[in-house]
């Protein structure tokens, strides 16, 4: 019996049958379990990857906006991957980015990026680091008792400023009659609002780069950085045009109308629809003679240094913004005289560009338009030496809104913004950049435009709006319900003019760690 027992024993123990499907269960949970993880990691990894690159847009477009903190630190959220906001990924939960803003001496030393002065850091600030974490669930993870990752990603970036392609950059300034007021409720500053206007583009000169680092910016023969030129509309006698800059102070008088020498023949490329040599809008630099070339050079004696925190009181157009020395003028004032018109003055400002633009051809050119939008001369404020004007008399023009008319005059300053935008410059750069700035802006009127018009039933805040060479570039106050949905955050002058600064250079990344 015992015997029988044991061979028993040793046939079970010989017998395999069955063990291959043991082991092929044991092996088909472990590839089971190593493919999980592959998967769990791929889909980890992916999801840090999509992270990162949320990182790197809050970083950039936090910057785009500094020294602003308050919009830039909105703008990261923004462009997080936060839930709800532009970036967010339904992959990963519990995304938290925070902005840390901060002055790079590195970025001072090698690109001279300054630190703008910010109240609450010492230092100022030129760069923002941006930290995300989220966590990951994992699908496979469970069975290894690992329900998620929690994963991070950094970015940091520069804000605008440092190195930048040359420009000349042509600022319009309105001085009609509406900018001897008050600024309403003083939202701007106390005086006038033209007094206000130039506020905006003193702060504007304080972040341009006027010539190269190292020089001394009032010597002659430099090749600019960043060179400048003030127009005004109406204009003005040339020989008065200094007196916007003079030490002691004194104001032309005499405003013209808006004059063509002649309508019949003239063209934009014959030059005989441009002022006569008398009258000017370019005030500063002052134009060359009262005969042929009346275009002057731009300046970019604006600072003495690349690098100046402050401006040269002695330069003639920080004179004419009203910034001048102790006894000088107190800058470019509103005389009035004349209503509004926009297209004389855009093609005279695009002349003096482009004739800078063939002196530096590297350069790029940019021209910002300041005004209420509303276009309204009269007959006897838009003038013809020779030939009759069109929208006038009872020839076959007198409906004609073709510029130079009377009619159509919103549609006009449209036209003419279009075309130097897109005007070919042989340079190899785009066409002049143009920004558009609305002080009191309504949206009503443009009463030229009612029948007679290229944009017909536009009002003076669409006017502006369309003249700007992008939506981002457009630029309002609010004053009476004209709003920049692309540019809500600035509302006031100085903030939309240092704005405008910084466009001209470009946020960028730069290495996690930058001290």
Request: proline letters at 5%.
């Amino acid at each position: 019996m015992k015997l029988n027992n044991a061979s028993l024993l040793r046939r079970l123990l010989k017998d395999s049958r069955g063990q291959s499907a043991v082991m092929i269960t044991v092996s088909m949970i472990a590839f089971i379990g190593i493919a999980g993880v592959a998967t769990d990691l791929g889909h980890a990894y992916y999801a840090r990857q999509q992270l990162q690159a949320s990182a790197n847009s809050a970083a950039l477009a936090g910057a785009a906006v500094m020294p602003n903190l308050t919009a830039a630190a909105a703008n990261v959220t923004l462009y997080s991957a936060m839930a709800g906001e532009k970036n967010a990924v339904s992959s990963m939960q519990n995304v938290v980015a925070t902005p840390t803003f901060y002055c790079a001496t590195t970025l001072t030393t090698n690109f001279g990026l300054g630190c703008a002065t910010v109240s609450g850091y010492t230092n100022g600030v030129n760069a923002v680091k941006v930290v995300q974490t989220a966590t990951v669930p994992l699908w496979f993870g469970g069975m290894f008792h690992v329900p998620a990752f929690n994963i991070g990603a950094t970015a940091t970036a520069s804000m605008a400023g440092g190195p930048n392609e040359p420009w000349n950059i042509a600022i319009i300034l309105d001085t009609t009659s509406s900018m001897t007021a008050s600024d309403p409720n003083g939202l701007q500053c106390s005086g006038t609002q033209e007094s206000c206007a130039l506020l905006g583009v003193q702060a504007m000169l304080n972040l341009m780069y006027p010539c190269p680092a190292g020089d001394t910016c009032t010597t002659a023969g430099l090749t600019p950085v960043d060179s400048v030129s003030l127009f005004v509309f109406p204009p003005v006698l040339t020989s008065q045009a200094k007196d916007y800059y003079a030490c002691p102070s004194t104001i032309p008088t005499t405003i013209e109308p808006y004059t063509f020498q002649n309508v019949t023949t003239g063209t934009l490329s014959n030059g005989l629809l441009n002022l006569p040599v008398t009258y000017t809008y370019q005030v500063v630099p002052t134009p060359l003679g009262t005969t042929g070339n009346t275009v002057a050079a731009f300046a970019y004696d604006y600072k003495l240094t690349e690098m100046a925190t402050s401006l040269n009181t002695g330069s003639q157009t920080v004179k004419a913004a009203g910034a001048g020395a102790t006894g000088c003028t107190p800058g470019i004032q509103a005389k009035g005289g004349e209503g509004t018109y926009y297209a004389q003055a855009i093609y005279a400002a695009q002349t003096a560009l482009v004739a800078e633009q063939a002196s530096f051809p590297g350069s790029q050119n940019a021209m910002i338009i300041l005004g209420d939008g509303d276009m309204n001369a009269s007959s006897s404020e838009l003038k013809a030496q020779t030939g009759t004007m069109n929208g006038t008399g009872s020839g076959s023009n007198k409906n004609s809104y073709a510029y130079p008319s009377v009619l159509g005059q919103c549609g006009q300053a449209i036209l003419a913004a279009e075309a130097v935008a897109t005007a070919p410059n042989g340079n190899g750069k785009a066409g002049t950049r143009v920004y558009t700035v609305g002080y009191g802006a309504q949206n009503s009127g443009c009463s030229t435009d009612t029948t007679y018009s290229a944009y017909k039933g536009v009002t003076p805040c669409t006017t502006l709006s369309d003249m700007a060479s992008s939506p981002g570039y457009f630029f309002s106050d609010d004053g009476n319900g004209c709003k920049s949905t692309n540019q809500l955050n600035f509302t006031k002058l100085t903030q939309m003019f240092q704005a405008i600064a910084r466009t001209l250079t470009t946020a960028r990344l730069i290495p996690n760690g930058t001290t």
